[in-house]
């Protein structure tokens, strides 16, 4: 690729000025055309997760249908209960869900009634509190969620498939290093 078309791909619209900041900030121009390059990729990846193109085509793979909110309700109990993005794994709560989901707990006790409605969850009250309810995965609940990790799996297996061990590792090893360090500078008191 000649140079100059290092940023042709590049959307004006966002990344007027980009270039020439990361430059003030020792960034090489193949750095540069990298990273924009992995801001247009973030994008893609971001829309198909957001518009449920993925979880739809796993869904595919499984017995039951869950709407999306249904569907992130339920994989948002299951994280909870796991520890999945938590210091340690903890009773799932409406609070929790709602914080999980980033909505509001109305909205996030909807969903969950949801769920118990369809058999999934099951709502016990907490013994420290009487007026929390604690949520329980029901055995259909974790009969899903095994179907749909299989289904998952088997189009990630389709994805990587012609990938060497080596390009798996390093991407692996890359995208944590990633989350890690985006982790580190959303928690940096520096703006």
């Known amino acids: 690729m000649d140079k100059r078309d290092t940023h042709a ?31 247009l990729a973030l994008f893609q990846w971001r829309r198909i997760g957001e518009q449920g193109e993925f979880k739809g085509k796993v869904l595919e793979g499984v ?9 992130q309700g339920l994989l948002s109990v299951a994280q909870i209960h796991a520890g999945l993005g938590r210091m340690e794994p903890q009773p799932p709560t409406i609070g929790l869900v709602a914080d999980v989901m980033a909505v509001d707990p109305s909205r996030a006790s909807r969903i969950v009634a949801g ?3 369809r058999g ?18 029901t055995p259909k609940a974790l009969e899903f969620l095994r179907q749909f990790s299989a ?9 990587f498939q012609e990938w060497d061990a080596d390009d798996i590792e390093m991407f692996a090893r890359l995208v944590r290093r990633y989350v890690d360090g985006l982790n580190a500078v959303l928690q940096s008191d520096a703006p």
């Open 9 to 39: 791909n590049a959307d004006p619209r966002i990344h007027r000025g980009i270039p020439e900041l990361l430059d003030s900030k020792g960034f090489s121009h193949d750095a540069i055309g990298a990273l924009l390059d992995f801001d």
């Open 115 to 117: 769920l118990v409605e």
């Open 151 to 159: 289904s998952k799996w088997h189009l990630m297996s389709q994805l």
């Open 120 to 137: 999934f969850v099951v709502r016990d009250v907490a013994q420290e509190d009487a007026r929390k309810s604690i949520l329980t995965l």
């Open 63 to 71: 017995d039951e249908k869950l709407d999306p909110a249904l569907l």
